[in-house]
Nanobody
């Protein structure tokens, strides 16, 4: 199983980024695709979840109204559109694909800086 994220980078406050996640080699159906983030010295935070079958999404309060998670044509892909980025959004963003187990990527760094 392989989970690969992409799309991170350096952006100014107020800017936007779009993260992508693709999980491959899964033997079971994906139940949910999840984006977590972790900043230095802080606990890992669940940012957004999408349930591919229903399309239901959930967000952390800190990103509601600014971030949007979506799925690709395949249930094992997910995107995170991040708008109006703030300094406090700076973190390593990691994708987790959940079947009966959780499969994690290596992460993609997002840095919001002037």
């Amino acid at each position: 199983v392989k989970v690969v994220e992409s799309g991170g980078g350096l952006v100014h406050p107020g800017g936007s980024l779009r993260l992508s996640c693709e999980a491959s080699g899964l033997s079971n159906s994906v139940l949910s695709m999840n984006w977590f983030r972790q900043a230095p010295g802080k606990e890992r935070e669940l940012v957004a979840t999408i349930f591919p079958v229903s399309g239901t999404t959930n967000y952390a309060d800190s990103v509601k109204g600014r971030f949007a998670i979506s799925r690709g044509n395949e249930r094992n892909t997910a995107y995170l559109e991040m708008d109006n980025l703030k300094h406090e959004d700076t973190a390593m963003y990691v994708c987790c694909a959940r079947t009966t187990n959780g499969y994690w990527g290596q992460g993609t760094q997002v840095t919001v800086s002037s």
